[in-house]
Every structure is written in C-alpha cells, then in structure tokens.
C-alpha cells in the first residue's frame, strides 16, 4: 500500500481556516485520495475524497497538487466541533481496503 | 438510515471468557470491515468481506480471532479464549463498495480483565 506523510498535530484559532497538508509520493495513477476524521469517542468519519481535481463538499475542501504527490484538506472556518484526529489515506479502489495511519491531531482554541 | 449498529457498546470480561462483538451493517451496503483501535497501534484492519465472502483476514492477530457474516445484514467478531492484551475499541465499517468511503459504527469498547 502506499503511504502517507502527514504531521502529527497542528493547533488552529476558532473561524480561522486550517490547511492539512499530507505527502504521498509513492501514489500511483488509479489511488484515490481520502480524508476521514475521528472525533473523541467516535469511530472514524468520512470527510471528502478526490482523484485529480480538487473538491469542495460541505464539510471540507480537497486541494491536490498537479503532480499528485501532495494534497491538503481545508476547513474554512474551524469550529471547536472540528478538533479531531484527521486521517489522509490512499485507497485503490473496488475490492481494496482503507488502511489508516497516525493521522494529524488538530486542536482548535478560542 | 440507522446507520453501523455495533453491540454491545461496553464489554468486561474475564481472561479467558469468550466474547462476541455484533455488527449490523447499512442495508445495501456489500463490504463490511472489522477494525480494532489501541493507542500504541492505532487503527487496524482484522478483516474484510465482500458480498458476505471473506477476502482478506491477514489481519487478524491469531487463531483465537474468528469472524463470520452469514448474510447481508448481521456480522460477528469473536474471540476466544479472550486476553487482557484484547483490550481495544473494536469498530464495525460497511460500505457499497463504491469510491464514497465507509461508515462507521460507534464502536464497542472491550475491556479483558
């Protein structure tokens, strides 16, 4: 499986927005990009994916880079409800699995 | 949609007790994964099936593990004899085998004393 870089937390103020950014530069041309989130005490939740084109959804924005070799996950406006471990995961499609990896602990104060 | 439902949510048992983790995944949903969550090795994949078949048990730690899906709709996890180092949260995932991700369930949190 190919892996992912990504820091292993990063700090953010209220309605600021946060860029995540993940390393993947072993992706092949066929990995799709996912992110998923953990909240405390919760099981892990998907937020957005992309293969090519960067993505916009209601939770999340996914910005990939042209190489395919980095991505970032953007929240426009961090709320408290956002402090989650953030998982960046390349996944091979059909019949393939998600494996996950430390991921980034975002915390968000006041 | 009720979403995974995983019971039981809280389970104590002694070592050496077998337990049994349930899962029920979304109607409609043909892949079901069970994952086991620790501090020191993070998320883990124990296996996977397909349209109830299993593909890929690779994970599973050893033969005290067993993991059945008779149908569509209902999945176990068990374990047996049961050991303190089996304390995890165990979570259930199911997905339409499609690119838009799993759901996952709330988890059970075993505790092996």
């Known amino acids: 499986d190919a892996k992912t870089t990504q820091p292993n937390s990063m700090e953010s103020n209220e309605e600021e927005p946060v860029h995540l950014p993940c390393n993947h530069s072993t992706i092949s041309g066929t990995d799709y990009i996912h992110w998923y989130r953990q909240l405390p005490s919760q099981g892990p939740e998907y937020v957005i994916h992309?293969?090519?084109s960067n993505v916009n959804n209601r939770m999340a924005s996914l910005a990939i880079a042209e190489d395919r070799k980095s991505s970032t996950l953007i929240l426009h406006r961090a709320t408290l409800r956002d402090a989650a471990v953030y998982y960046c995961i390349l996944w091979a499609g059909t019949a393939s699995k998600l494996t996950f990896g430390t991921g980034t602990r975002l915390q968000v104060t006041l | 949609d009720a979403g995974v439902i995983q019971s039981p949510r809280h389970e104590v048992t002694e070592m050496g007790q077998e337990v049994t983790l349930r899962c029920k995944p979304i109607?409609?949903?043909?892949?079901l994964f069970w994952y086991r969550q620790t501090m020191m090795r993070g998320l883990e994949l124990l296996i996977y099936f397909n349209n109830n078949v299993p593909i890929d048990d690779s994970g599973m730690p050893e033969d005290r593990f067993s993991a059945k899906m008779p149908n569509a709709s209902f999945s176990t996890l068990k374990i047996q004899p049961s050991e303190p180092r089996d304390s995890a949260v165990y979570f259930c995932a199911s997905s339409r085998d499609t690119v838009y991700g799993y759901t996952f369930g709330s988890g059970t949190r075993l505790t092996v004393v």
């Open positions: 992309g293969l090519t």
């Open positions: 109607s409609g949903h043909n892949s």
